[in-house]
């Protein structure tokens, strides 16, 4: 097993995203930080910080120069950061020294690195928001399908009451309603720039650093969070948390198709299931589990994050490597999730004569609730239960039916409870409605 699957050429189909992975690669955390450097340098020309024909160039070669992710490297391994490094082959390359003494100036390595990250995120951002949608309406079609369709509701593995198919997957969509908003609410504390100098306060910059710092967030499109924030790691931690929600209501997705695809059930086939090496009769769920494996990984990815936020001083190296070790891994499994459950909601393909054995076994005791609130309009509720429980005692496939012992109990009684969905069919429409389907 390689080091890195979602990286690995043998795995990456199964656990990879290539397009959230594109936003973490050497080349594009590079040229993320060379941009706020250049945008950097234009507004504090603008202002006065440094002189305008030295920010002109910079801004210019921002735009122009290549540096090799790997001639950083050592400077990586002995400065822990890669700004230093950056900064010098870029004034090398800019082979202006009267300009590049002005480059990145006031500023620190945390102040570029964290800027270029949230110019990232804003594009990780725009693609899981684009796939929330695209999952949200394939649920919200499913839903609409089969709102009337009828299946055992099952509570602790058990049949419990009857539901409907429609209401099933309304329920694994509305919290991607709320996953969607929580995001929506996240974006601008999460795409925030940062500019606090070497400690947090701005003092290269004299009395102009707030107005630097508030034309860079306007440059680049980013919120000017007013102060410093290098220890706050409450916008990280919170985009953790958001991941491993989001995870984990892919991941209950996951556990269900697996359970109603298992054999005995079969409730739902997933077009173009994986096979078994041995095995030609099977079709295994490999894209659910692959949904409840990412969100056990994110869920335990997030609470390193979380740690991370407990961070030293004024800046912490330590907690922040942490941040590096884990949120690209955490940002790649989210993508590859949302990316698969967009995928299997449109092979989802119900089985609905298998959904309707599951509904009737011959025993009628998915009934059960419904008869003792029937038998309680002519009786106390507590006799009316015991009496139900007695003869779901007594009631067996293949044997007498819970429905033909009420009857022969109560002959003097309507007590018809037979196949009621209550509020499932509109809660299904109503999903699809909510979500334009």
């Not at 009267?98 to 964290?114: F, P, V, Y």
């Not at 694994?172 to 929580?182: E, K, M, Q, T």
């Not at 041995?278 to 997030?302: D, E």
């Not at 990316?339 to 449109?346: E, F, K, P, T, Y």
Request: hydrophobic content about 50%; glycine content about 10%; some cysteine.
């Amino acid at each position: 097993m390689p080091a890195a699957p979602a990286d690995s050429a043998l795995y990456r189909s199964l656990f990879g995203d290539e397009e959230t992975a594109a936003l973490f690669s050497d080349s594009a955390e590079i040229r993320a930080m060379l941009l706020v450097e250049g945008a950097l340098a234009r507004v504090q020309g603008r202002l006065g910080v440094i002189p305008e024909t030295a920010a002109a160039f910079i801004d210019r070669s921002s735009r122009e120069v290549l540096i090799d992710p790997s001639a950083l490297a050592e400077g990586v391994a002995t400065d822990g950061v890669p700004v230093p490094g950056l900064v010098a082959a870029f004034r090398k390359a800019m082979q202006a020294p009267d300009h590049a003494q002005h480059l990145h100036w006031g500023a620190t390595s945390q102040d570029i690195m964290e800027t270029a990250l949230a110019l990232r995120l804003r594009r990780v951002i725009e693609l899981w928001d684009a796939r929330l949608l695209r999952l949200i309406a394939a649920l919200g079609a499913l839903a609409r399908d089969h709102a009337e369709t009828p299946m055992a509701a099952r509570t602790y593995g058990q049949a419990a009451t009857p539901t409907s198919f429609g209401a099933v997957v309304a329920g694994w969509g509305h919290p991607l309603l709320r996953h969607r908003a929580r995001l929506a609410a996240l974006r601008p504390e999460l795409l925030t720039v940062s500019l606090g100098g070497a400690a947090g306060t701005l003092s290269a910059m004299g009395e102009a650093g707030p107005a630097v710092r508030a034309a860079l967030a306007e440059a680049l499109v980013l919120a000017d969070p007013g102060h410093s924030w290098h220890a706050e790691r409450d916008r990280t931690a919170a985009f953790a948390a958001w991941m491993a929600g989001l995870c984990a209501s892919l991941g209950k997705l996951g556990e269900d198709l697996i359970l109603m695809a298992q054999s005995g059930i079969g409730e739902i086939a997933i077009a173009g299931a994986g096979g078994s090496s041995t095995m030609p009769q099977k079709q295994n769920p490999v894209g659910p589990s692959v949904l409840v494996a990412l969100a056990r990984q994110v869920t335990a990815l997030a609470a390193a994050i979380q740690g991370a936020a407990v961070h030293r001083q004024q800046r912490d190296g330590a907690a922040w490597f942490v941040e590096w070790l884990t949120l690209p891994q955490l940002c790649l499994s989210t993508g590859r999730a949302l990316a698969q459950a967009g995928d299997l909601a449109s092979k989802i393909r119900p089985d609905t004569a298998a959904m309707a054995r599951g509904l009737d076994d011959g025993s009628g005791l998915i009934h059960a609730e419904a008869y003792s609130f029937a038998l309680a309009r002519h009786m106390p509720r507590p006799e009316a239960q015991a009496k139900v429980k007695a003869l779901c005692a007594e009631a067996r496939p293949g044997g007498p039916s819970l429905d033909a012992l009420v009857a022969r109990a109560f002959p003097e009684l309507d007590l018809t409870a037979a196949g009621g969905l209550g509020a499932a069919p509109a809660e299904a429409r109503d999903f699809a409605a909510a979500v334009g389907a």
